[in-house]
């Protein structure tokens, strides 16, 4: 359903694209990966008729984006990572505005937008004007918008950033509800955990490069032949998190060392003891409250990949 | 499509419907609505009141045409100095507002066409004008009580004020597709405006002053001939429009000659003449279509748009 081939794009100097090349088919949820700044948001935008690529190939449906933008806008619907909403408006008479924008005959506006007020469970905020939406609604409000004209692709930047926990489930269960309805969703996100749970396809970007796409246990076997660990300190200060992060990232073996709020995750190879890298934090009197393994997920895939790309 | 289709859709347009209903909501419509029509009731009442007492200060009588017409032309005048101050500041953030509040991309992935996007920004904009000039129109209607205005000086200088607000939100909204912020756009705007304002007189006060001084250092007749410049002043169009007289008039030769020669035209009485206050509709038409080609042109290069077809490759090695 969408075909990326070879893409290109530079903004003068910088190259934000290069040979990107991805499949994502029919009815597939396609979760787009990639640290800021790796070209996620440049594709969605060639992908979504707002940028044009210098170079390669980019189709919806079989129909060429370069060739054919106002038919592939027929056929997608667009939500960008930052979006805002105008004032002074009823969900319902926003969601009709933008079915009027696309085209949607006027007798049908009203009942497009009670629908999908009530497939993102907004029905009770009708006539709440949508300014006054918290985030979360906002941006279920922004998914219903993107679906007014029955789109057969989605594009959707980001669209748990700055969501709470609950808002996330909420949106992660719309979108399993989507792909039951037909659609082909392509999604970035920073959340890998939940693209996880969510897609059946994944492509990771780095730098502007495609690392890896396909099916997600594809990917996931192909990349995945080292370990992670996890190393909780006793003493997660600042200061002592950066002393035992200097530290293995100087033992050999080791991939990646990743900082989260009071622990590391530590990307190593196969050929690494787990019990040297312990005796050597503790040797040098870190005191390590926990020292596990990690499962093998896409977080770790992620790890690998950009690790790659980097060396 | 048909022309006539593309214009009934053209009309149809879901933008306007949108600001339409989201500016009325706001308490500042009725506000500003109520404001610009009691400023302009109350240069009337004052001018009518001078008008009286003027006439009995001198022991006359008042002479009701003379007054009236004066007044009409005093409310007149104000109402183009509020449109011009208004219309720039209603249309200056059409696009700019749009890319600000980070709805502009999503509009772009839409099917309305950036011809569609820019002509209902326009019009959304336009039409709050409008609403003023129609709540104004009975204070002016009232004026005709008094007599001395003919139903052509009103229809012609409420055509001018109307051809100059959609000239400088043309403008304004062309400045909110090239620039970013809309505090830019609000300031070049202006900027406009008072160029077309007051920028024309100067010119062509500086222009007539130096070509009178010319014919005069040429041993001429050192009479004062307003430049071409001055045809294209709003406010010199309005006072045409409503003291106009055949001596004011051109032909469309004489006009031509005085704006690219800088000499006045001899009087020819066979050609068919043009008041100028047409030369300033005219030149504000030109000036809004020009503005809004330039903006439509601007918000189409921000999305991909359907690339021209190229000639095969034998045809152009063939030609």
Known sequence: ???VESLHKSYGEM??????TFNVPKGEIFGFVGPNGAGKTTTIRILATLNAADSGEATIGGIPVHEAPAEVRNLIGYMPDFFG???RLTSAEYLEFYAACHGVPRRKRAAVARELLELVDLSDRRDTQVDTLSRGMKQ????????VHDPLVLLLDEPASGLDPRARVEMKELIRELRRMGKTILISSHILPELEELCTWVGFIDGGRMAAAGPMAEVRDAVVSGRRLRISLADHSEGELTRAEELLRDHQGVLNVVRMHDHLEVAVSEAVIDDDLLALLVGRKVRVRSFAVIPGDLSEVFLRLTKDEMS | MTPWRRFAEGLDNPIVVK??????RTWRAPVVATLYVALIGAVGFAWLTLGESGSQFSGGRPVAAVVGSQAFAAMAFFQLGLVCLFAPALAAGAISGERERQTLDVLLVSRVSAF??????????????LLLILASLPLFSAVFLFGGIDFSQFVFSQVVTISTALCLGAMAVFFSALFQRSLASTVTSYAAAFVLTVGTAILSLIVSTSQTFSRANAGGVANFQAAAEWYFNPFYALYNALFGTQATSTTLRGFLQLLFLGTPSTNNSSAATVDPWFICVIFEAILAIASVIGAVYLVRGRRVSRPRKLEPVDALEAG
């Open chain 1, 15 to 20: 190259v934000a694209l290069e040979e990107v």
């Open chain 2, 19 to 24: 600001e339409g209903v989201s500016r009325m």
């Open chain 1, 140 to 147: 279920r409000l922004g998914l219903a918008r993107a679906l």
């Open chain 2, 116 to 129: 569609g996007i820019v002509w209902g920004k326009l019009l959304a904009s336009m039409a709050y004008i």
């Open chain 1, 85 to 87: 909403v105008y004032d």
């Open chain 1, 1 to 3: 359903m969408i075909a």
